[in-house]
Nanobody
Framework: QVQHVESGGGLVQAGGSLRLSCAASRRTLSTYTMGWFRQAPGKEREFVAS????????AYADSVKGRFTISRDNAKNTVYLQMNSLRPEDTAVYYCASEVAGSYQHWGQGTQVTVSA
């Protein structure tokens, strides 16, 4: 059973930075496209960024382009989300997941990111 563990969240002032990590237990992440998502209170979960298995292709939500960078280290079974120039509207629980057969699966418990004004 694959389960991801997100970490790196916290409280930061607007304009600050955080780096989130997503580590998989047991099985390797290396064959999967990986995605980061977030869910703010009272809102639906939304796509943030994705990266293919080799790291050669990435995609970002318009709201985070130029501020967030997704990367991966397959040797460490870990995917990262570097978040710079954080804004209060980035406050959410951040999740990572694997894309399997066209849908995202293996959701972790999430990590809370809170950005104060």
């Amino acid at each position: 059973q694959v389960q991801h563990v997100e970490s790196g969240g916290g409280l930061v002032q607007a304009g600050g930075s955080l780096r989130l990590s997503c580590a998989a237990s047991r099985r390797t992440l290396s064959t999967y496209t990986m995605g980061w998502f977030r869910q703010a209170p009272g809102k639906e979960r939304e796509f943030v960024a994705s990266i293919n298995w080799s790291g050669g292709n990435t995609a970002y939500a318009d709201s985070v382009k130029g501020r967030f960078t997704i990367s991966r280290d397959n040797a460490k079974n870990t995917v990262y989300l570097q978040m710079n120039s954080l804004r209060p509207e980035d406050t959410a629980v951040y999740y990572c997941a694997s894309e399997v057969a066209g849908s995202y699966q293996h959701w972790g418990q999430g990590t809370q990111v809170t950005v104060s004004a």
